[in-house]
């Protein structure tokens, strides 16, 4: 199977009183760039999740979005500062003094200073939230794998049915390269008639003008190239796995092969179908740059 680099996944996970969303989406990317965005509380997380990650992934650029929300009831804790509180009510006290007024602080005026109580988070028990954080991140993963191998396949029998259409260019520039080399023989004769009128036409001059026509405008070694790059591209898609480079490279080798079909060739024909090879080449090339 082959996977392609764009990719989505959601899983939820709701237990001991918490809850975890992750959501894992890729787009193109020639190696693995991981963005995660979740909550500071899990942050300690982050090598974990990159090395649980990449069990799934090799190339893409890869968001990550993780949502935490603690419902349970000791996910914080009020702390009372009583060296703060001692220390308002001394300067309190010292106020009073100097200025000669009665020290009316209640208990409920003092609680309001700041930093006398404030709200801590309970520390919490990290192989515990590890084990259903890994849970639900495993479980996008494996959906965001199923979407990017769906993808994959599709583009697999799209690239197939191409390389098929790209044959049968080739099949018809081997068949209609020889007889362009017999109606050029044949345009020499028609010409040197023409201009000779009855006198002797030597045919070994004109043979010699035809043998090199003929290895000026040969594709032969072209279209055997093009012909086991083609193959060779759909033996990869076959196999399957991790294919992206080695196909991008295969395209490059049969865009060089077109490219010296097309500039050799002087006939219209041909050119049109070294054309439409590069066109067909082009289409694979950038479907490939979606593979992984």
């Not at 082959?2 to 709701?14: D, P, V, Y």
């Not at 993808?151 to 790209?166: H, P, Q, S, T, Y």
Request: charged letters at 35%; a negative charge; aromatic letters at 8%.
């Amino acid at each position: 199977m082959i996977k392609s680099m764009t990719g989505f996944g959601r899983a939820e996970l709701e237990e001991n009183d918490r809850r975890f969303t992750v959501e894992i989406k890729s787009v193109n990317h020639r190696y693995l760039d991981v963005n995660i965005k979740m909550p500071k509380k899990l942050n300690y997380f982050e090598g974990a999740i990159r090395g649980l990650l990449k069990e799934f992934i090799q190339r893409g650029k890869v968001d990550v979005f993780i949502t935490f929300e603690d419902f349970s009831a000791r996910h914080a804790a009020v702390t009372y500062h009583e060296d703060i509180a001692e220390e308002y009510m001394s300067y309190l006290k010292q106020m009073s003094e100097h200025f000669g007024l009665e020290n009316d602080v209640r208990l409920s005026v003092l609680s309001r200073y700041p930093e006398v109580f404030s709200l801590e988070d309970v520390e919490i028990d990290e192989s515990e939230l590890w084990k259903s954080l890994e849970k639900v991140v495993r479980e996008a993963a494996q959906m965001f794998v199923e979407t990017r191998i769906k993808e994959g396949e599709a583009l697999r029998a799209d690239l197939l049915e191409k390389l098929d259409g790209m044959l049968k260019h080739v099949d018809y520039i081997e068949e209609r390269s020889p007889q362009t080399v017999e109606e050029y023989k044949n345009k020499i004769y028609e010409k040197v008639r023409e201009l000779l009128s009855d006198t002797q036409i030597d045919d070994n001059r004109i043979l010699m003008e035809v043998t090199l026509f003929a290895d000026k405008v040969c594709v032969d070694e072209e279209t055997v190239r093009l012909r086991s790059h083609i193959e060779t591209t759909k033996q990869i898609l076959q196999e399957g796995g991790s294919i992206g480079r080695k196909l991008d490279f295969m395209a490059q080798e049969m865009n060089r092969e077109a490219n010296t079909t097309l500039s050799k060739s002087n006939n219209l024909d041909i050119s049109n179908r070294a054309i439409e090879l590069k066109t067909e080449i082009e289409k694979i090339r950038e479907q490939i740059q979606n593979l992984e």
